[in-house]
């Protein structure tokens, strides 16, 4: 545990316990209102399913998964998606950066992003791609750490409550 009161780590193979404190990480984030590819309310069956499916691509390291631990548990993730087009070996995606509310503005987030990136570097990566909410508390993040804004697409997503909401798509050369 560092001195801010959480630790990070990287899973390379998720059990039963992890993939419940996943879920309530997921859940925790919709019922705040995030655009995280669900809809509200998103119930345990759904979310728990999510992380299983992202269990067995950990499991094939297809995808790298980064959390963030406190007192009470995980508190944050992010995941790196590895496996990509044979012409584009040099990529990654990051996904579902996601952080419990308890657990907001005490740099979990930056946190998670520095080790995504580490990571990637490990995996040879050199470009990160990723998309987010227009104007919203992560694409401030992203921006911060200097990801690189290629353009806004309007009505690309629903609020989990609906509503339509426009999607930034950024880069960040490593
Ligand atoms: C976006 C998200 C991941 C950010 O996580 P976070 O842990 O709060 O991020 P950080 O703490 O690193 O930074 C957030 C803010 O806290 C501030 N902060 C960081 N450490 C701080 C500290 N010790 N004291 C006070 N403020 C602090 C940062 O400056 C930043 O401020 P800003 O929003 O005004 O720019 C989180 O809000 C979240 O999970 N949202 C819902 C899910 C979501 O939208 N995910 C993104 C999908 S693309």
Redesign the pocket.
Known sequence: MTA?GYRLRRLEALDDAQIEQLADVLID?VD?G???SFMHPLSRDRALRFWRRVAEGVALRERALLVAEDALGFC?TVQLLLEQPENQPHRADL??????RR???????????QAAESAAREHGKTLLV????TD??????YE?LGWVRVGAIPDYALFPTGGFCSTTVYYRRL
């Open positions: 801010a984030c705040g995030a655009s995280v944050g996904a579902k950066m996601l952080v419990r657990a907001r503005r005490q740099g979990v987030g930056a946190a998670l992003m990723l998309d987010a909410v919203g508390d992560a694409a401030r993040l911060r």
